[in-house]
């Protein structure tokens, strides 16, 4: 029976070559946008680090004044002073590992050669940085937590930039300048495909850092700090010297600049949570920490959650997606529903002739399936093409400032989104196929024979 | 082969009930050859649709092949209109786009027979009506009167005990309707209870007997002479 | 034409009727809301620039290295440029038309509560309006004699925008009168106005994309580098732009951040919502396109079940035009449904997408502009299966199927 049906299905569709065109036709361009734009948010929320993203936690503290504004999201919370970033670090709680970084930027060369230059920001960090967040290297690695504190002059940069300036060798041990000092090539980066640059607190998608130097060789050398300094009100206007100058004011200020994150073992959050409190209280003796005592300490995953959440250009574009893909569905069964009524007579006679209604069900799924089916395959097709088209558009709207290598991959189907875009062109066709096939099973035997 | 016992249908709309049938009551014996006649309107459709299981009654009871087929659920009823029925309609309707042979299969294939089986009784069938050559036309290449012949080469392909023929010659000649007659004839003398409406009085002078349907009344049964003969015989 | 038998046909077929009407409803929901989003991202989109962006070039070189005299370089700089053959006119400057971002206030008094007038004040010498090619539409313009070279000495004197002008004194010339470049502070006299031109995109967001201030003044250092503007002659710029870059080159301890065409920069600001909204109108477009090829399909669909119906009809006397009205009126009978659902519809979606956008995006003049070209577009795609409909012969009826 199941072949007869498959059979008779095939030969439906056969049928009105043009009218079922159409219909998958329709289906495959509303399934082809909203995987497109699935796709872009399934990166726009894609976790790095998956394994261990739950224990990583970024630490906040509102260490700001009474006048500051109130914070409403977590992603107002104030970075970290450099004095509670010492303190925490240098208060051990077991268990527990940080890392810290800033913005920096710099002019960037091999030789003393000017035209080759580049501008590029620069993160500064710590060594623990490479193995919390698992930066994957190509050649060398990180360096060591020594080269941190005696400010030794290296750097880590990535694999595009070690094509630019050594045409791609293992650059370990060759040297670079940034602005006038040479620093020491100890690692150079895979490309790094995570899709938001999370890690100091941006989550810009791609721009991913090129340079990495250790925060001992900026203090030293007093690379500039490329942050917004966010401080009390008496020290405001020293905020904007702060970037080249005043080290010594800066590190005792009240400012907030320093991303502080912890690993953080599974099931100690609270405890965590309630060191820092501790922390914080005695503080408030010394007249810091004015305001109520906030912390905030998320994990990737939450930040990620979170960010994802709020991009108003693909919630948007998500809902005029799934508003699309609702017409072209409606669309399609319209027609489907109209070749249905077609064969209502072709049905009755079957009907008289023995056949169970189960049996018309299961042919009527049938086409359905398939339309579903040849559907989904178009509509891969479809989105891959969207994807292709909306990477060049974002390479266009940002006017090349990114290569199309460094996003590629968040414009990439993957076997789970293609199954994604089949499983949903499927169950959504035979959803709304429900009431022509009830419609049409329902056809009394023999009730439309009479008429000649 | 057939029995209905008060019988009775009523349809109902907002504003009227119409008693489509009223307390039928009708033997047909097997291998019975009847003809039922009546004025439009006056129920003989409705009796034919009861008669072959397409729609359902509200009173009464109804045998058929000595089962009582009251409140048989629809997968039921399918299968036994798909063992126990045969249908010839007024317009053929057979599937254009499908050649004879796929069309006269149509009932056997909900049978769930095997090819082989298939096979053989479709081409059985089709050499009864004198069509097997023609297996893989299309209906539209035939006239009126062979499609026809195709529509009951599929009612018998099954082997039915009880053929329903809803006035099977009323869309062809003369000519061509005496074929169709002596086809059924032929089938009925091989052992199969044929019920035929018609609105034609020599052909239905040709059954064993005549059902004359008035105002859903089931209202005379009139013996003919073959009848007769065969019963005294 | 009797409304009360279609009225029963479309009772007849009910689920298809609501199918259409549910589609047409969806699809001016989508549609508006993408051309709310449009209109709301191109607002302000491709506006004049006010200057010969084609032939200026911008160069924005930075120092790395903090022993080198900023001043020096600029004096080198425009020495070497003015030397350069196809250079008319340069000025080293604060910022760059298209690309200033750093808006700050202007006032009208001194007082505490004065009112705010969001604006872009530039830098640059006497060469300035020269460069950009602005003209001078009232008072006088900078000459050399007004420049300020020394980073402690305060300006006194501004020259504004044609726009600039118009918003703090519309009622009376701007010349000769006083305003303060911050609050309670650097009271300033106005001295001349300028012609417009495009200063970037955050005065464009809200919509004073042409307030400007213009300071005589040519103070660099290593805080503050100045960018610089040079007008090439024209046509030339394009195959200029290396031999520009290599004067820069030149000096040392630097390199060059970017030099490019205006027309570049004036490309970058628009680019990011152009390309937005024009992903949003493609969508649209082809959502109407989809609806319009259903609407045909289906009608064309019932035209084949009413065959005989409509040979009936050409029978007993319906003139063509006849059985055109009929489908036309039944598809506008469900087309106004399907739109006054429709903008239920729109009405929550825009409001759910205000939310997102922070921004009010509803219009609903546009929304009535936007139905009613719908409805022509259905129009279009009924009338073509129709005037099949109205060629059935009304011999369909003797000849039976």
């Known amino acids: 029976m199941l072949q007869y049906n498959f059979s008779l299905a095939l030969n439906s569709l056969k049928e009105r070559p043009g009218l079922t065109f159409l219909m998958?036709?329709?289906?495959?361009?509303?399934?082809?946008?909203?995987?497109?734009?699935?796709?872009?948010?399934?990166?726009?929320?894609?976790?790095?680090?998956?394994?261990?993203?739950?224990?990583?936690?970024?630490?906040?503290?509102?260490?700001?004044?009474?006048?500051?504004?109130?914070?409403?999201?977590?992603?107002?919370?104030?970075?970290?002073?450099?004095?509670?970033?010492?303190?925490?670090?240098?208060?051990?709680?077991?268990?527990?590992?940080?890392?810290?970084?800033?913005?920096?930027?710099?002019?960037?060369?091999?030789?003393?050669?000017?035209?080759?230059?580049?501008?590029?920001?620069?993160?500064?960090?710590?060594?623990?940085?490479?193995n919390m967040f698992e930066t994957p290297f190509l050649y060398g690695g990180g360096w060591s937590s020594e080269a941190d504190e005696k400010g030794d002059a290296v750097i880590v940069i990535s694999r595009a930039m070690n094509d630019r300036l050594f045409g791609g060798i293992d650059s370990v041990g060759q040297t670079i300048r940034v602005n006038t000092d040479t620093l020491t090539v100890v690692g150079v980066t895979k490309d790094w495909n995570i899709t938001r640059r999370f890690y100091d607190r941006t989550y810009a998608p791609g721009y991913i850092h090129d340079f990495f130097v250790p925060t001992g060789y900026a203090i030293n050398s007093d690379i500039p700090r490329n942050e917004n300094f966010d401080c009390w009100e008496t020290e405001k206007e020293a905020r904007f010297e702060f970037e080249n100058d005043k080290w010594t004011q800066l590190i005792n200020s009240e400012c907030g600049w320093m991303r502080l994150w912890a690993a953080i073992p599974e099931g100690q959050l609270e405890g965590y949570e309630s060191h820092l409190m501790r922390y914080i209280d005695p503080q408030k003796q010394l007249g810091r920490f004015p305001r109520d005592i906030k912390i905030?300490?998320?994990?990737?995953?939450?930040?990620?959650?979170?960010?994802?959440?709020?991009n108003g250009y693909i919630n948007m574009f998500q809902m005029i997606a799934q508003l699309f893909f609702a017409v072209c569905l409606l669309n399609a069964i319209g027609i489907m529903l109209a070749k249905f009524i077609r064969r209502t007579k072709e049905v009755s006679l079957r009907r008289a002739l023995g056949a169970r209604k189960s049996v018309i069900i299961q042919q009527y799924v049938m086409e359905v399936v398939m339309v579903g089916i040849l559907g989904?395959?178009?509509?891969?097709?479809?989105?891959?093409?969207?994807?292709?088209?909306?990477?060049?558009?974002?390479?266009?709207?940002?006017?090349?400032?990114?290569?199309?290598?460094?996003?590629?991959?968040?414009?990439?189907?993957?076997?789970?989104?293609?199954?994604?875009?089949?499983?949903?062109?499927?169950?959504?066709t035979l959803v709304v196929s429900l009431y022509p096939i009830w419609r049409i099973c329902n056809i009394p035997p023999a009730s439309q024979l009479k008429s000649a | 082969m057939l029995k209905m016992e008060n019988v009775s249908k009523i349809f109902r709309t907002e504003l009227i009930e119409t008693h489509a049938l009223r307390k039928v009551d009708l033997h047909i014996k097997a291998g019975e050859f009847v003809s039922v006649t009546g004025p439009s309107g006056s129920g003989k459709t409705t009796f034919l649709n009861i008669a072959g299981l397409l729609e359902t009654f509200e009173e009464g009871d109804y045998y058929l092949d000595g089962q009582n087929v009251k409140g048989l659920n629809d997968n039921q009823l399918s299968d036994l209109r798909n063992q126990k029925i045969g249908f010839i309609f007024q317009s053929f309707n057979l599937l254009a786009d499908l050649p004879l042979f796929q069309n006269v299969e149509v009932p056997l294939r909900y049978r769930g027979m095997s090819a082989k089986e298939r096979k053989q009784r479709v081409e059985h069938a089709l050499e009864t009506v004198g069509l097997a050559s023609r297996m893989q036309h299309l209906p539209t290449q035939l006239s009126g009167g062979q499609q026809q012949r195709v529509a009951i080469a599929r009612a018998i392909a099954g082997e039915p005990k009880f053929?329903?023929?809803?006035?099977?010659?009323?869309?062809?000649?003369?000519?061509?309707?005496?074929?169709?007659?002596?086809?059924?004839?032929?089938?009925?003398?091989?052992?199969?209870?044929?019920?035929?409406?018609?609105?034609?009085?020599?052909?239905?002078?040709?059954?064993?007997?005549?059902?004359?349907?008035?105002?859903?009344?089931?209202?005379?049964?009139e013996m003919n002479a073959t009848a007769e003969l065969v019963k005294s015989a | 034409?009797?409304?009360?038998?279609?009225?029963?046909?479309l009772k007849r077929s009910k689920f298809l009727a609501a199918l259409l009407v549910i589609q047409i409803a969806f699809t001016m929901a989508v549609v508006s809301n993408s051309v709310f989003i449009s209109v709301s991202t191109l607002k302000e989109w491709n506006l004049p620039s006010g200057i010969p962006h084609d032939d200026i070039i911008r160069v924005t070189p930075r120092f790395y290295d903090r022993s080198k005299s900023v001043?020096?370089?600029?004096?080198?700089?425009?020495?070497?440029?003015?030397?350069?053959?196809?250079?008319?006119?340069?000025?080293?400057?604060?910022?760059?038309?298209?690309?200033?971002?750093?808006?700050?206030?202007?006032?009208?008094?001194?007082?505490?509560?004065?009112?705010?007038?969001?604006?872009?004040?530039?830098?640059?010498?006497?060469?300035?309006?020269?460069?950009?090619?602005?003209?001078?539409?009232?008072?006088?313009?900078?000459?050399?004699?007004?420049?300020?070279?020394?980073?402690?000495?305060?300006?006194s004197e501004v020259m504004l925008s044609e726009d600039m002008a118009k918003k703090l004194f519309p009622d009376s010339t701007a010349i000769g009168k006083t305003v303060w470049l911050s609050k309670g502070s650097d009271p300033v006299q106005v001295v001349g106005v300028y012609g417009n031109f495009m200063t970037g995109e955050t005065l464009n967001y809200y919509g004073k994309s042409y307030q400007s201030i213009l300071r005589a003044r040519s103070t660099w250092s290593h805080e503050q580098e100045p960018q610089y503007l040079i007008r090439m002659e024209p046509g030339i710029a394009e195959s200029k732009l290396e031999d520009v870059a290599s004067v820069f080159y030149q000096e040392q301890g630097r390199?060059?951040?970017?030099?490019?065409?205006?027309?570049?920069?004036?490309?970058?600001?628009?680019?990011?919502r152009g390309s937005r909204a024009l992903t949003f109108l493609v969508i649209s477009a082809v959502l109407v396109f989809i609806t319009a090829f259903g609407i045909a399909g289906l009608t064309s669909f019932q035209v084949n079940q009413r065959r005989k119906q409509i040979g009936t009809r050409r029978a007993l006397g319906a003139r063509k035009s006849d059985i055109l009205k009929y489908f036309l009126t039944e598809n506008s009978i469900i087309s106004?449904?399907?739109?006054?659902?429709?903008?239920?519809?729109?009405?929550?979606?825009?409001?759910?997408?205000?939310?997102?956008?922070?921004?009010?995006?509803?219009?609903?003049?546009?929304?009535?502009?936007?139905?009613?070209?719908?409805?022509?577009?259905?129009?279009?795609?009924?009338?073509?299966?129709?005037?099949?409909?109205?060629?059935?012969?009304?011999?369909?009826?003797?000849r039976g199927a």
């Open chain 3, 71 to 155: 001043t020096a370089a600029v004096n080198n700089d425009l020495k070497r440029l003015q030397e350069m053959p196809g250079v008319l006119s340069v000025t080293p400057t604060s910022g760059s038309p298209f690309a200033s971002e750093n808006v700050t206030e202007v006032y009208l008094t001194s007082e505490e509560e004065a009112q705010e007038y969001q604006t872009v004040i530039y830098d640059g010498t006497e060469h300035f309006l020269n460069t950009l090619q602005l003209e001078l539409l009232e008072g006088r313009a900078f000459t050399a004699a007004d420049m300020i070279y020394d980073s402690e000495e305060k300006n």
């Open chain 3, 1 to 9: 034409m009797e409304i009360k038998p279609i009225l029963l046909a």
């Open chain 1, 296 to 310: 905030v300490v998320d994990n990737i995953n939450e930040q990620i959650e979170f960010v994802a959440g709020r």
């Open chain 2, 163 to 221: 053929l329903l023929a809803d006035e099977p010659t009323g869309n062809l000649d003369s000519l061509m309707a005496q074929q169709v007659m002596d086809l059924l004839e032929k089938i009925n003398e091989q052992g199969t209870t044929i019920v035929m409406v018609t609105h034609d009085d020599q052909l239905a002078r040709r059954a064993h007997r005549n059902i004359q349907i008035f105002d859903g009344q089931v209202s005379d049964m």
């Open chain 3, 336 to 398: 106004l449904v399907g739109l006054v659902l429709g903008l239920i519809v729109t009405l929550v979606m825009t409001f759910e997408l205000s939310n997102i956008e922070q921004e009010n995006l509803l219009d609903i003049g546009l929304f009535i502009g936007i139905a009613l070209l719908f409805w022509a577009i259905n129009i279009i795609a009924t009338l073509v299966p129709a005037m099949r409909a109205a060629n059935i012969s009304p011999a369909t009826v003797t």
């Open chain 1, 24 to 130: 998958v036709l329709t289906i495959a361009v509303g399934l082809g946008l909203f995987t497109t734009i699935q796709t872009i948010s399934y990166y726009s929320s894609d976790i790095p680090i998956q394994h261990k993203s739950q224990n990583i936690y970024l630490v906040t503290m509102d260490h700001r004044e009474t006048s500051a504004d109130p914070i409403e999201r977590p992603t107002q919370m104030p970075d970290t002073t450099y004095k509670d970033v010492m303190n925490l670090i240098n208060a051990p709680v077991p268990g527990v590992s940080y890392t810290i970084n800033w913005n920096s930027y710099g002019v960037i060369n091999r030789d003393a050669d000017t035209e080759t230059a580049v501008r590029s920001e620069i993160l500064v960090t710590d060594a623990a940085f490479f």
């Open chain 1, 376 to 428: 989904g395959i178009l509509g891969v097709i479809i989105a891959y093409f969207g994807l292709w088209g909306m990477l060049n558009i974002r390479l266009y709207a940002v006017d090349y400032t990114i290569t199309a290598e460094s996003i590629a991959h968040q414009y990439q189907l993957n076997p789970l989104l293609i199954g994604q875009a089949f499983l949903t062109s499927v169950a959504c």
């Open chain 3, 255 to 272: 390199y060059l951040s970017q030099y490019e065409r205006l027309k570049r920069v004036q490309k970058r600001m628009y680019d990011g």
